[in-house]
């Protein structure tokens, strides 16, 4: 089946470190990818999405020069946190969504553990 | 506007019983897709199942089962004869129907099945 690679799993950094989330569809095309943060013991909220070849779309109150986005190709999206912060610490979790139909809209990768020291 | 509500934040049972988690939306769509995840705790997210807002029959798969009732904005879960193995959190979420972008996520039901 479809699988999303996510890279690194976990990351512990000092704060001011940049840090850069790659997110890669294995064996689709995935035009549209999606970067949600999870804070512990709560849901999964949307932040962006990310459109190959274009500007990616920000949430609501989500600071786009905080969180940049890449989507250079058509099978890998890239996160950056800038300069992060201990309040940036948070799992990271992308999903991509298969050009082509599908039993499931979005394959959601393992997610990404950020620790800000 | 859109929401998915379960009230359920956790859960516990002896392995064997029944458990049933809760899940209810709100949406203005007439057309959408309603779907469940589990997340272990190494985090990752496990696809259940997807239905779509014209298909209210009940699904069965293996110990899983799903009950989609539209009169009542419910799509609720319900695992048979539980295992150890089933503890984890449970999502449910919703989705438009025409472009899958926008997933609208529950806050999530813990579920702690103990031996």
């Known amino acids: 089946g479809a699988v999303v690679s996510q890279h690194p799993s976990r990351v512990i950094c000092k704060s001011g470190t940049s840090v850069k989330i790659e997110c890669r569809s294995l064996?689709?095309?995935?035009?549209?990818m999606f970067w949600y943060r999870q804070f512990p013991k709560q849901s999964l909220m949307l932040m962006a999405t990310?459109?190959?070849?274009?500007?990616?779309?920000?949430e609501q109150g989500v600071e786009k020069d905080k969180f940049l986005i890449n989507h250079a190709s058509l099978t890998l999206s890239t996160l950056t946190v800038t300069s992060a912060h201990p309040e940036d610490s948070s799992f990271y979790i992308c999903?991509?969504?298969?050009?082509?139909?599908?039993?499931?809209?979005?394959?959601f990768g393992d997610g990404t553990r950020l620790s800000i020291l | 506007a859109q929401k998915v509500t379960q009230a359920q934040t956790e859960i516990s049972v002896v392995e064997k019983e029944d458990v049933t988690l809760d899940c209810v939306y709100e949406?203005?769509?007439?057309?959408?897709?309603l779907f469940w995840y589990k997340q272990p705790p190494s985090g990752e997210l496990v696809f259940l199942i997807r239905r779509n807002s014209f298909d209210e029959q009940n699904e069965i798969s293996g110990r899983y089962s799903w009950n989609f009732q539209k009169s009542t904005s419910s799509f609720n879960f319900t695992i048979t004869a539980s295992q150890v193995v089933d503890s984890a959190v449970y999502f449910c979420a919703l989705s438009d129907f025409y472009n899958f972008n926008k997933f609208y996520f529950g806050s999530g039901t813990k579920l702690n099945v103990k031996p």
């Open positions: 999903s991509a969504r298969e050009d082509r139909a599908s039993n499931q809209p979005q394959h």
């Open positions: 990310s459109n190959e070849g274009s500007k990616a779309t920000y």
């Open positions: 949406t203005r769509d007439t057309t959408y897709y």
């Open positions: 064996d689709f095309q995935a035009t549209t």
